[in-house]
């Protein structure tokens, strides 16, 4: 949410402010003309999981309606919001916030448009330069094909380039962006990979500790690439992490040096951006701005104070930590009879709408691993064999060879090669 001393100004110089927001709101709201958001307190909105475009959305629609009522558009043509929608669908799933039943509508109208081919130039475009067909387009889609084209505009170059490929009508300058976006995505994976191996190269000791958080900083982090590289390290030691960077050479950065900008990923039962309140309020001015949600958070600290910091939070962190929170829980939906094991059934699902707490199902089996290879450097390609038929399978992000014999969570999706449709069973933990 915008500061208190930035209103404020905009009050002195006569300026009305509107704010929109769907974070937790501080002790202290900034005396804005008016602030939207579901998470204030005496807000009746019933969905509190709105991401911030879907409350931007629900103005838009109440805008309408009080125009509607004052005869504003008089016979003119009324704003066709429903064309939003796939934006909508989009800023939705690539917050992760929970999908709930008002999300879920969201989600859904958008991704309808999307299929029916009315989905704007930007997200076409998007989606051809990652070779995925809009008739097919799916919650996956928007949030692992296109929000991180889109993010890596705002973290390793200016957010303008996303913003105007979302909002140009001409085909030839979307396609332009997207180009553009693409390739900014391939630097931001390349730098991820290297600040991911540097995190792992300290990932044993940590292991050896039994600290209930973790932090991580490194002088050459890029500051854009931190968050994602939390939930890296959070899915492999499952607990809270936070990963800090320098901030960069902004104006900001040039008047207030030695600043550190950090991004934190959190595990379920813990809130994350409660603690750090905690920490705030523990020691007041140890940090210097914070904010977020139960799963995320972003924070700022002088560099000089990051020792303190880490060990306040971490002794905080074990605090609250529920006593069975670091303890890994796999929950399957359990055995998959072979008879589902088509591709019919994958692109059943895959139709669905699945995301932030309301997940895609999850099966479990054992199966025997007849072939292992490694692809594109990082992942594990399967061929698994149960009751007779062979399966493709594949695991992403891991190179540990699986025995002969495995024990396998997998998620039922479609693999799409040279136009053929195949199932593919994509593991998400083998027992050991």
């Given at each position: ?342 591709l019919e059934v994958a692109q059943l699902i895959e139709r669905q709408i699945w995301g932030q707490g309301f997940p895609q199902p999850v099966f479990c089996d054992t199966f025997t691993v007849e072939n292992q290879r490694v692809v594109g450097e990082r992942h594990l390609k399967l061929k698994l064999m149960k009751d007779g038929r062979r399966y493709e399978a594949i695991r992403f992000g891991s190179l540990d060879p699986l025995p002969a014999r495995a024990r396998a969570a997998y998620r039922l999706t479609v693999n799409e090669f ?15």
């Open positions: 949410m915008p500061s208190a001393l930035g209103v404020a100004r905009a009050n002195a110089l006569g300026i009305a402010t509107l704010i929109t927001d769907h974070h937790l709101p501080g002790d202290v709201l900034p005396e804005a003309s008016c602030i939207v958001n579901p998470n204030q307190p005496g807000c009746a909105f019933p969905s509190k999981s709105l991401a911030g475009v879907g409350v931007m959305f629900y103005v838009m629609v109440a805008l309408r309606s009080e125009l509607r009522a004052r005869g504003a558009f008089r016979g003119a043509p009324e704003p066709n919001l429903g064309a939003l929608t796939d934006l909508v669908a989009l800023g939705t799933v690539a917050d992760v916030v929970p999908l709930d039943a008002n999300n879920r509508v969201l989600v859904a109208q958008g991704l309808n448009r999307i299929r029916a081919g009315r989905a704007s130039a930007g997200l076409n475009a998007l989606l051809r330069i990652a070779a995925r067909a809009p008739a097919r387009a799916r919650a996956f889609d928007l949030g692992f094909v296109l929000g991180p084209r889109l993010n890596a505009a705002g973290r390793l170059a200016d957010m303008g380039l996303g913003i105007e490929c979302l909002i140009t009508d001409d085909a030839a300058r979307a396609a332009n962006c997207a180009q553009a976006l693409d390739e900014l995505n391939r630097e931001r994976r390349r730098i991820e990979s290297e600040m991911l191996d540097t995190a792992l190269g300290t990932l044993e000791t940590l292991r050896e500790a039994s600290g209930a958080a973790a932090v991580f900083f490194e002088p050459g982090w890029h500051q854009g690439v931190v968050g994602i590289l939390a939930a890296r390290l959070r899915e492999r030691l499952h607990r809270p992490v936070l990963c800090f960077a320098r901030a960069d050479s902004g104006a900001e950065h040039e008047t207030n040096p030695g600043q550190l900008r950090g991004s934190g990923r959190s595990i379920a039962g813990f809130h994350l951006r409660d603690c750090l309140d905690l920490v705030a309020k523990r020691a007041p001015g140890l940090i210097l701005r914070f904010g977020g949600h139960a799963q995320a958070a972003g924070l700022t600290l002088r560099e000089a104070d990051l020792a303190r910091f880490t060990e306040l939070f971490e002794r905080t962190a074990a605090e609250r930590m529920p006593p069975d929170a670091l303890s890994p829980v796999v929950e399957t939906d359990g055995v998959l009879d072979g008879a589902y094991l088509s040279n136009g053929l449709q195949n199932v593919q069973l994509n593991i998400e933990h083998v027992e050991r």
